[in-house]
């Protein structure tokens, strides 16, 4: 069974800062890993959609990377902001064809 | 293109009561799924339907939950009774058949059973 782990559990940087998010997975058999943010009382917004024969996308500020054979995932963000402050929620897509989330990192960037 | 749509946004019921979500995909999408979200946790799968079709209702507590796909676009998901453990956020999402091009999650709708 797949399971997903997302550390740190919460995150608080001041502002301008880059950072870095980790998503680790138990089975490397995936289809590809999907980096979300969801605001508080609201739904998911996917960011960055990484199929298993990439290592790494990139939109604006936020650059994720996957390395499959070691079952991990990274979420940088560059010039951190304080509308960034949201939780961020890897997921997985496995060979159950079924989307496995982590628990998410709850970020907030002080102004 | 327009998102996926859930309504409604907010329910506040009392436990034993019975509640019922509604979710339209974006068009054109084949699989339809049902999350359940409690505070502070990843969201999980309830039910994935394909088409009209159940693939995975295996999460689904059949005795409380059910789960409709008309037609192949509109779906609800039923509560009944409900229970104060069943406070959580609803998440509908959709994605093409071939799930490589990613999932699409609605806004939810935030369930409070007092």
């Known amino acids: 069974k797949q399971e997903v782990t997302q550390i740190p559990a919460a995150l608080s940087v001041p502002e301008g800062e880059n950072l870095v998010l980790n998503c680790s997975f138990t089975d490397s058999a995936i289809y590809n890993l999907q980096w979300f943010r969801q605001d508080p009382g609201k739904g998911l917004t996917s960011l960055l959609l990484?199929?298993?024969?990439?290592r790494e996308q990139t939109s604006g500020r936020l650059n994720a990377s996957l390395d499959k054979s070691s079952g991990r995932s990274t979420l940088y963000i560059a010039a951190s902001q304080p509308g960034d402050s949201a939780t961020y929620l890897c997921?997985?897509?496995?060979?159950?064809?079924?989307?496995?989330f982590g628990s998410g990192t709850q970020l907030t960037v002080l102004p | 293109e327009a998102g996926v749509a859930q309504s409604p946004r907010y329910k506040i019921i009392e436990k034993r009561q019975s509640v019922a979500f509604w979710c339209n995909p974006i068009s054109g999408h084949a699989t339809l799924y049902w999350y359940q979200q409690i505070l502070g946790q990843g969201p999980k799968l309830l039910i994935q339907f394909q088409n009209n079709g159940v693939v995975d209702d295996s999460q689904l507590p059949k005795d409380r939950f059910s789960a409709e796909r008309l037609k192949g676009v509109d779906s609800t998901l039923k509560i009944q009774p409900a229970k104060l453990e069943d406070s959580a956020v609803y998440l509908c999402a959709s994605s093409p058949i071939d799930r490589a091009y990613g999932y699409t999650f609605g806004s939810g709708t935030r369930l409070t059973v007092v």
């Open positions: 990484i199929q298993s024969s990439q």
């Open positions: 997921a997985v897509l496995g060979s159950a064809r079924q989307l496995t």
